[in-house]
């Protein structure tokens, strides 16, 4: 694939169901982030992925969401007792494993986000 | 804590003409990336441009240029003959420039910027 790919593209759900968003990063990147993009806001970190390990969950809001990545190339967002806050577009992002100091471009691979929409 | 500031929700400009977006940041650190990213309406985060503040050169990308102000913490982007093509969301991002073993990568984000291209 050449992209980061994400799926579904949407997802409509009731309060209170629970949801999976499915990340699927660029071959061969190491480092996969999720963000959260509420309507008219910037992105918002979530949680960030160094292989198959969280290396920081500090930006998940509360015990609801968890992410994880078992093989250390696709990951899921799990969100448990949908509430209709957590309606956003999720987006996923990927990035090569982080080099030396003077080679790393900072830059992150966007997939297209899924739109979650909580009834 | 880093912070981002976009104090423009929107701008509008003529088809051909010169536009430039503003963009505030605080942080502590000396080493650290900043970039422009546009989100058009399909939510796919394309990125602009970049900017490692360790160099004083300013980046540029064919139309697309960048006004970098280290000590002011300014970051500010010129699109220079504006095309239909060019209206979309605009971001501005910061990230750490990842020195050390525990160092987070995640991008932290200003509100955004909505450009809109008269014809």
């Known amino acids: 694939g050449a992209g980061v790919s994400q799926t579904p593209s949407n997802k409509v759900t009731e309060k209170g169901k629970y949801v999976e968003l499915r990340c699927d990063p660029i071959?061969?990147?190491?480092?996969l982030y999720w963000y959260r993009q509420s309507l008219g806001q910037g992105p918002e970190f979530l949680i960030y992925?160094?292989?198959?390990?969280?290396?920081?969950d500090s930006g998940l809001p509360n015990d609801r969401f968890f992410a994880v990545r078992p093989e250390g190339s696709v990951s899921t967002l799990k969100i448990q007792r949908t509430e209709r806050g957590d309606s956003a577009v999720y987006l996923c992002?990927?990035?090569?494993?982080?080099?030396?100091?003077?080679?790393?471009?900072?830059?992150?691979?966007f997939g297209p986000g899924t739109r979650l929409t909580v009834l | 804590a880093q912070t981002v500031t976009q104090s423009q929700p929107e701008m509008s400009v003529q088809e051909a003409e010169t536009v430039t977006l503003s963009c505030t940041y605080d942080?502590?650190?000396?080493?650290?990336?900043l970039f422009w990213y546009k989100q058009p309406p399909s939510r796919q985060m394309i990125l602009v441009i970049r900017?490692?503040?360790?160099k004083q050169q300013n980046a540029t990308e064919n139309r697309f240029s960048v006004n970098f102000q280290k000590a002011a913490k300014s970051f500010s982007l010129k699109i220079s003959d504006s095309q239909l093509g060019d209206a979309a969301m605009y971001f501005c991002?910061?990230?750490?420039?990842?020195?050390?073993?525990?160092?987070?990568?995640?991008?932290?984000w200003g509100a955004g910027t909505k450009l809109i291209i008269k014809p």
């Open positions: 992002a990927s990035s090569p494993m982080v080099p030396r100091v003077g080679e790393d471009t900072g830059e992150q691979f």
């Open positions: 071959s061969g990147h190491t480092a």
């Open positions: 992925f160094q292989g198959t390990g969280a290396a920081d």
């Open positions: 942080t502590s650190e000396s080493d650290y990336y």
């Open positions: 900017q490692e503040a360790y």
């Open positions: 991002a910061y990230r750490s420039a990842g020195l050390f073993m525990d160092s987070n990568y995640q991008l932290i």
